[in-house]
């Protein structure tokens, strides 16, 4: 049996570790490269490879177990535009989102992330300033970040930190302040269910914009003071360096 929830800041998830170039997980390595980030059972990216097959697919879980099954899965398939990979995404992403060629990465997805409800911690929530920089300077101009989520308060702080990064920009087109559509051709298995339920999915699509980074430390200390809502209500317009 799989834990649902494991601690990202425990000792063990803190080991980095190195992840496999573009060359070594994909048959076509030079095709563009989607990228989702807690892919859990991987069913959803499983669906998605067969459906972009002119796309390398990587799915990154820190539940082992979960990436053991999905790798099972695409094998079984011999899919060689989708791959599986055992991490932390806070420690061991930002390294291989660095030895990318320019222009390689084309979407990062982050779907229905663990909500670590309380705010000891909200560390442990996946989107932190570190990994959001790496993304973003991985991610060519007009290039995506699709966030996604069925509780406010996940994705809430998720869009506010990300609009604070001043390097995404939403199109033009999309309603305010939710898109209405999943800008993907399949949805993941947690959306099918919500929906099913008759609950609204929560959904922002970003491009990166030409605006450069900002220092890390910036955007640290504006998480730091967003967190507390008397100091600071998680005003996007707030921070940006």
């Not at 990436?67 to 932390?88: I, S, T, W």
């Not at 809430?156 to 305010?176: H, I, K, W």
């Not at 914009?209 to 809502?229: G, K, R, V």
Request: proline letters at 11%; a neutral charge; one cysteine or more.
């Amino acid at each position: 049996m799989v834990r649902q929830h494991v601690n990202p800041l425990s000792r063990f998830f803190q080991l980095p570790l190195e992840l496999p170039p573009p060359a070594a997980l994909f048959t076509d390595p030079g095709h563009p490269i989607h990228l989702d980030i807690g892919c859990a059972r991987g069913r959803f990216l499983l669906a998605l490879a067969q459906h972009q097959p002119g796309v390398n697919h990587l799915g990154v879980e820190i539940r082992r177990g979960l990436v053991q099954a999905a790798e099972a899965d695409r094998q079984a398939l011999e899919l060689g535009n989708l791959h599986y990979l055992f991490c932390n995404a806070n420690v061991s992403l930002e390294a291989w989102l660095t030895a990318l060629p320019v222009g390689q990465l084309d979407l990062v997805s982050i779907q229905f992330p663990d909500p670590w409800f309380k705010k000891k911690h909200h560390k442990r929530r996946v989107l932190q300033p570190a990994l959001l920089l790496a993304i973003a300077k991985a991610l060519a101009p007009g290039r995506r970040l699709f966030l996604q989520s069925d509780v406010l308060a996940v994705i809430e702080p998720m869009v506010a930190l990300t609009e604070a990064c001043g390097c995404f920009t939403r199109p033009s087109a999309d309603a305010r302040p939710w898109r209405s559509s999943n800008p993907l051709p399949l949805p993941t298995e947690r959306e099918r269910y919500v929906l099913d339920q008759g609950m609204p999915v929560y959904r922002v699509l970003y491009e990166r914009n030409e605006a450069p980074l900002p220092e890390l430390s910036t955007l640290e200390q504006w998480l730091d003071a967003a967190s507390d809502p008397a100091d600071n209500p998680l005003d996007p317009a707030a921070p940006t360096a």
